[in-house]
């Protein structure tokens, strides 16, 4: 290990594996503290070599520190084979490590294209995410509530999104967003056979449009077909979360990434970086055949709340060690461009 404090990453895997060996409440304790892990905006090895209590780091009780403190001090020489549903995950020191050694790039950045508010499952008005987004200096946010099929997470209808509108006009023209453009948007919930849940009517009206799946996500068998079926939908322009993927929770779908990938760049679409920490969907490896297939790439945090917007440096960090491009990603282009990218999509689908 050297001089090197052990990594968050290498906690989190470790916390994750006492969770599977405990009972009772800790199971639940230590999986949280594992998530938490994620998160910790320093290494606690760092921490704790500088004399802090651990206890400073969210998610970690005197119990958990203690055991933190023995894995930080008596780093076990183990190598371990992280199971698939816990790799490939970045931890927001490692992103923020990665992101120094390019400082220009995360300056790129003008803007966030997916998030929740009170109209679905978000915790937050439109005029507070949007205050948070001029905040952090962008020039636009999309407004990603979830469609109608997805009842679960409170999905809106084609007249609710009409209202939206009126809301989202009302955001625009406000003096303490100037500067900031609010687009519409919407998180289309889309069927196993890429079909999706509103009226295309609706959405040629929105700024522009990210589909994903929800249903099905725990099918063993390749799912290419599905995935081809959602990007040639000719209503969506970003597919959004793409392997459906949750840390310690669900691996994910199966598919010919390149052949999806190739796909996606024939018809110029773009495919996500959910940045939402227990997401990270697109991850690492699948971002280097997406390189290869010069597809485009689409950053949005899956923010639920107006801090999460945050969340962005985990996909900015997965992009730039993936290598993507920079003309590849879509939040490194101005509004207007951006625009027309939508534009020329829709008028190529007649
Ligand atoms: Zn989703």
């Known amino acids: 290990m050297g001089g090197e404090s052990v990594s968050n990453a290498h906690l989190a895997e470790l916390l994750a594996r006492e969770g599977e060996t405990s009972s009772g409440i800790l199971v639940r304790a230590f999986r949280r503290a594992a998530r938490s892990a994620f998160l910790w905006p320093e290494r ?16 970690v009780g005197p119990f958990i520190a203690r055991k933190l403190e023995a894995w930080i001090e008596k780093p076990s ?13 970045l931890t927001r020191a490692d992103a923020r490590m990665i992101l120094k050694s390019d400082p220009a790039w995360a300056q790129r950045l003008r803007g966030d294209l997916q998030m929740h508010t009170v109209w679905s499952d978000g915790s937050a008005g439109i005029r507070e995410m949007a205050e948070a987004g001029k905040e952090r200096g962008y020039e636009y946010i999309a407004i990603t509530d979830h469609s109608k099929g997805l009842k679960i997470a409170g999905g809106i209808d084609e007249s609710a999104l009409l209202k939206q509108a009126r809301e989202i ?6 003096r303490t967003t100037r500067g900031l453009t609010v ?15 509103m009226d295309p009517r609706a959405l040629a009206k929105l700024d522009i449009v990210l589909g994903a799946f929800h249903s099905a996500l725990r099918k ?19 597919l959004g979360h793409p392997r459906g993927r949750i840390y310690n929770f669900r691996l994910g779908l199966k598919a010919d ?4 990938f190739a796909e996606a760049a024939r018809l110029d679409k773009a495919v996500e970086i959910d940045s939402y920490p227990d997401r990270q969907d697109l991850n690492l490896a699948l971002l280097k055949i997406a390189r290869k297939e010069g597809v485009r790439i689409s950053l949005g945090t ?27 990603i879509l939040n490194f282009m101005d509004l207007a461009s951006l625009r027309a990218w939508v534009a020329k999509l829709r008028t190529r689908r007649r």
């Open 44 to 59: 606690a090895g760092d921490l704790y070599a500088a004399g802090r209590p651990l206890t400073e780091l969210h998610g």
């Open 77 to 89: 020489k183990d190598v371990f084979r992280v199971p698939a549903i816990r790799r490939d995950f």
């Open 169 to 174: 006009a009302t955001v625009n023209k406000a």
């Open 183 to 197: 687009l519409r948007s919407i998180e289309m919930n889309l069927s196993p056979r890429g079909e999706g849940d």
């Open 220 to 238: 063993k068998e390749d799912q290419t077909s599905r995935y081809l079926a959602a990007l040639r939908n000719p209503d969506i322009q970003i």
């Open 257 to 260: 990434w390149r052949r999806v």
């Open 302 to 328: 899956d923010a639920h709340h107006a801090d999460q917007l945050e969340f962005i440096e985990l996909g900015l960090a997965a992009a730039l060690k993936a290598k993507i491009p920079a003309e590849r």
